[in-house]
Every structure is written in C-alpha cells, then in structure tokens.
C-alpha cells in the first residue's frame, strides 16, 4: 500500500492546570495553530487547551470528535476520514501524551492499519517522568495500569508484582484513580516487605510536584496526603 498524505499529529498536553507553554515546546503551538480538526477524549477541556495555547484561533471552526469509553469502536476509522483525503488530524491527550494509558491508542493503530502517516510530538509523560526521577531501574520496567479494587485481589498482585521485580531486576509501574490514592498507599505499606523501595511521584511538572523514593520501612513513618492528588507508584525489590 502507498502512504497517504494524509497526517495524524499525536499531541501531547499539561499534566494539570499550569501554563501550556512552560511544560511543551513551542512545536505543538505551531501545530495547534495548524489544525483544526481533532480527536479528544473531552471537548470542553480540549476546546479550553487549544485556546490556552492559540488564543487567537477560532473556536467555531475546530471539529472535534469525542473519543472516550462511550465511543462505538464502529466510529473511529471514520474519525480519520479527512487523513484519508489528505489532509492532517490531531490526537489530543487529556493529560499527558496520546496513546499511553490513554485511548488514543485505538486511532493510532487504525491509523497504522490504513498506512496514514502518525507523527508524536514531544511533551509530558507522567510514567516516564515519574521513572527517571525514581532512582530505580530504567533498563527495565513494566507499566501495570490500575491495579484490582478489591482488597483481596489487590493484595495478591501487589505480592506478585513485588515477587517479579526481585525475579527479573524489574521496576514495577503502576496508578490509582485519584481518590483512592491514599488507601493505595496503607496497602502497599502494609503488604510490601521493608525493604522493598518504593517512589511515590505525585502531581508532576505542578508547583506542588512531590517526589520521594524510600523503603517501606522508611514509607512506614511518613505521613503524606495523595488525596485527589494525579500519582505515579513504583516499586522495586533489591
């Protein structure tokens, strides 16, 4: 198959609520200002990112089509009609970079499927960011998504995880919905060994970035608040 002219832009955004421009290049203004059909995950925020960033471009004109866990699998090849025609589509994150724990992936491999050009731009990945700053191991890693809600199963798959970080010298990558943050923190403090570290990267890129790395018995005796508070956990057994 011939590669199409047409683009699909993979455009980063903020990891919260600061000033686009001093977390992203200046490259993705130049997009932004570029585009005006997207694919987004909410299009109130994404209308209110792309203003942020290019205050002067008209709203009326962006079309926006609404990717998110309601969307009928069905739609998406349809969302990159105009890639097909040639012309050039961008993939909005709602926090951080499109396709890594995000929804995007799903376009991004339609994309690939239907030999569209796909282009990353550079921005804010939470997971790598909260990783180089962890001190653990950067040559390997795995990235676990959420972990079980209940009680029980979170238990065993903390254990295993922290079993196969010790097996593979692998670092152990793993994220909670917001307010069950701190319940994540007892339960890890509780079931982990003591000497298992542990980072906890909370708010990143914000003015209340957070950022430690300690062992659980160290983690034991410290008292921090993650309450709706976006936060990376990583762990990793020597």
């Known amino acids: 198959m011939i590669e199409k002219d047409g683009k699909l832009y993979?455009?980063?955004?903020?990891?919260?609520?600061?000033?686009?421009?001093?977390?992203?290049?200046?490259?993705?203004?130049?997009?932004?200002e570029s585009l005006d059909e997207y694919i987004v995950e909410?299009?109130?925020?994404?209308?209110?990112?792309?203003?942020?960033?290019?205050?002067?471009k008209s709203q009326a004109s962006l079309r926006l089509h609404v990717l998110n866990k309601y969307t009928d699998a069905s739609q998406l090849p349809l969302f990159l009609k105009g890639c097909e025609q040639g012309e050039a589509i961008g993939l909005l994150s709602e926090a951080g970079c499109p396709g890594i724990a995000d929804p995007g992936a799903?376009?991004?491999?339609?994309?690939?499927e239907n030999d569209i050009r796909v282009i990353p731009l550079v921005g804010p990945?939470?997971?790598?960011?909260?990783?180089?700053?962890?001190?653990?191991?950067g040559q390997q890693f795995t990235f676990n998504?959420?972990?079980?809600?209940?009680?029980?199963?979170?238990?065993?798959?903390?254990?295993?995880?922290?079993?196969?970080s010790y097996?593979?010298?692998?670092?152990?990558i793993f994220i909670e919905?917001?307010?069950?943050?701190?319940?994540?923190?007892?339960?890890i403090c509780d079931i982990l060994g003591k000497h298992t570290s542990?980072?906890?990267?909370?708010?990143?890129t914000l003015p209340t970035e957070y950022i430690k790395t300690k062992t659980i018995a160290q983690w034991r005796h410290v008292s921090v608040d993650l309450h709706k508070r976006p936060t990376i956990f990583i762990i990793q057994k020597g």
């Open 125 to 137: 990945s939470s997971i790598l960011l909260a990783l180089m700053s962890s001190g653990m191991n």
């Open 106 to 112: 799903d376009v991004v491999k339609i994309a690939h």
């Open 42 to 56: 909410n299009e109130k925020t994404a209308r209110r990112f792309i203003k942020r960033i290019c205050p002067g």
């Open 177 to 187: 919905t917001p307010y069950r943050n701190n319940s994540m923190l007892s339960d």
């Open 145 to 164: 998504g959420y972990l079980p809600i209940e009680k029980s199963e979170r238990k065993k798959e903390l254990k295993l995880l922290e079993k196969i």
């Open 167 to 172: 097996e593979r010298n692998q670092s152990q």
């Open 198 to 204: 542990l980072c906890i990267a909370s708010d990143i």
């Open 10 to 32: 993979l455009i980063p955004t903020r990891l919260g609520d600061n000033a686009p421009l001093e977390v992203l290049p200046i490259s993705i203004k130049k997009i932004i």
